[in-house]
């Protein structure tokens, strides 16, 4: 069972694809196809993950390395519109020590924060913003666990949520605590914090 964890000491992949709704489902099968049968293949591959959002306009995938050195990148898939790649590692989590346990049909939704940095020299700040913020969204009814992943060459920041229900993560999201620290991460980065939460329908 894949395991998302500082602990690990793993790098992770994220390939987020845009899709339309009704090409979701062709898209989660090619993205399985892929990881399954080409990237598991290569040495230092750990895990694979696929995730596919709600409302139908995204399929992620999240694959673990053992190191920077063995990473194989997701190619993009012809019919598709092109992933946004980048692998990652992860900088905190609460609550500490905490371990997401990833199997299709588990418990609970996936939320993702995605943060595009407007320049890479802004990622160093913005984490310092991003660890704060995950301290004030820790505890909040709902929240099973959240890992805050950050890209190695400094465009992105995505927060890896688990939540046990859409209601408790709307109830979240309507009331954010970290509003006051929101504008100074607008300033640093473009963000795709959305509402729709994932389900992962694949794991290896």
Not at 52 to 71: C, I
Not at 89 to 94: H, K, L, V
């Amino acid at each position: 069972m894949p395991v998302v964890s500082i602990a690990n000491g793993l790098l992770a992949e994220f390939a987020i694809f845009p899709v339309e709704p009704d090409y979701q489902a062709k898209l989660v099968e090619q993205t399985i196809q892929n990881v399954a049968s080409v990237l598991k293949q290569n040495t230092g591959f750990v895990s694979g993950i696929v995730l596919r959002s709600r409302d139908g306009l995204r399929v992620t995938s999240y694959v673990q390395w053992d190191s920077q050195e063995s990473y194989v990148a997701t190619q993009p898939f012809i019919d598709f519109a092109v992933p946004d790649i980048h692998l990652f590692e992860i900088f905190a989590e609460e609550p500490k020590a905490s371990e997401l346990n990833l199997s299709s049909g588990m418990d609970g939704l996936i939320n993702f924060g995605i943060f595009k940095m407007k320049q890479p020299e802004n990622q160093a700040r913005f984490i310092e913003l991003f660890r704060e913020a995950l301290v004030m969204v820790s505890g909040q009814a709902g929240l099973i666990s959240t890992h805050a992943h950050r890209s190695l060459d400094g465009w992105r920041c995505i927060n890896f949520g688990h939540w046990r229900s859409v209601q408790e993560f709307t109830a979240m999201d309507t009331n954010r605590p970290f509003s006051p620290l929101f504008g100074e991460m607008l300033a640093l980065a473009n963000n795709e914090y959305q509402k729709t939460l994932h389900e992962v329908v694949f794991t290896t």
